[in-house]
């Protein structure tokens, strides 16, 4: 499985756009990259996910770059609410299967 | 729409006993998951059925652990004889087909003493 780096924690003010950054320098033409993030005792959440072209949804946008060797997940307007462990993943070929790694975890400062 | 359901939401056994989680996917789903997630990690799956049929088992470790998901619906996965590693928070997550994003369930926080 393509691999992903994050950093293992950042911190945001509330109300102050936050940008999450993945490297996935080993990614293959097929893979689609995930977002999902988990919030304290809870399940993980999907955020959003992208193939090439920039991506937004009401959650948060996902910026790819052009060599699709890095993404960055951006949220608009943090809330104490996004507060939770942010994990990028590579998933693709025939089943999608997702392998989280250990995720950012991100702090939300009021 | 009701969510991913699973039961129950904490258990505490004796190692070498044995446990079984219950998992009711959304409505619709042909895809269902079985996460293991250790404390400060990320999940890791073990088990991925497509409707009635496994897509991938390759991470479970069979000498002890068994899932199975009869009808194409609701879901068992039984641990048997627990050890002290198996303590985890064990997520069961369902999709629209393989293709979909997943939605997960709250998790079942096992603790093996």
């Known amino acids: 499985d393509a691999k992903t780096t994050q950093p293992n924690s950042m911190e945001s003010n509330e109300e102050e756009p936050v940008h999450l950054p993945c490297n996935h320098s080993?990614?293959?033409?097929?893979?689609?990259i995930h977002w999902y993030r988990q919030l304290p005792s809870q399940g993980p959440e999907y955020v959003i996910h992208?193939?090439?072209s920039n991506v937004n949804n009401r959650m948060a946008s996902l910026a790819i770059a052009e060599d699709r060797k890095s993404s960055t997940l951006i949220l608009h307007r943090a809330t104490l609410r996004d507060a939770a462990v942010y994990y990028c993943?590579?998933?693709?070929?025939?089943?999608?299967?997702?392998?989280f790694g250990k995720g950012t975890l991100l702090t939300v400062n009021p | 729409e009701a969510g991913v359901a699973q039961s129950p939401r904490y258990k505490i056994i004796e190692k070498r006993q044995s446990v079984a989680f219950w998992c009711n996917p959304i409505?619709?789903?042909?895809?269902l998951y079985w996460y293991q997630q250790i404390l400060g990690q990320g999940p890791k799956l073990l088990i991925q059925?497509?409707?009635?049929?496994?897509?991938?088992d390759s991470q479970l470790p069979k000498d002890r652990f068994s899932a199975e998901r009869l009808k194409g619906v609701d879901s068992t996965l039984k641990i048997q004889p627990a050890k002290l590693e198996d303590s985890a928070v064990y997520l069961c997550?369902?999709?629209?087909?393989?293709?979909?994003?997943?939605?997960f369930g709250p998790g079942t926080r096992l603790t093996v003493t």
């Open positions: 997550a369902s999709s629209p087909n393989l293709w979909n994003e997943q939605y």
């Open positions: 080993t990614i293959s033409g097929t893979d689609y």
């Open positions: 992208g193939l090439t």
């Open positions: 993943i590579l998933g693709g070929g025939s089943n999608y299967k997702l392998t």
């Open positions: 409505s619709g789903h042909a895809t």
């Open positions: 059925f497509q409707n009635n049929g496994v897509v991938d």
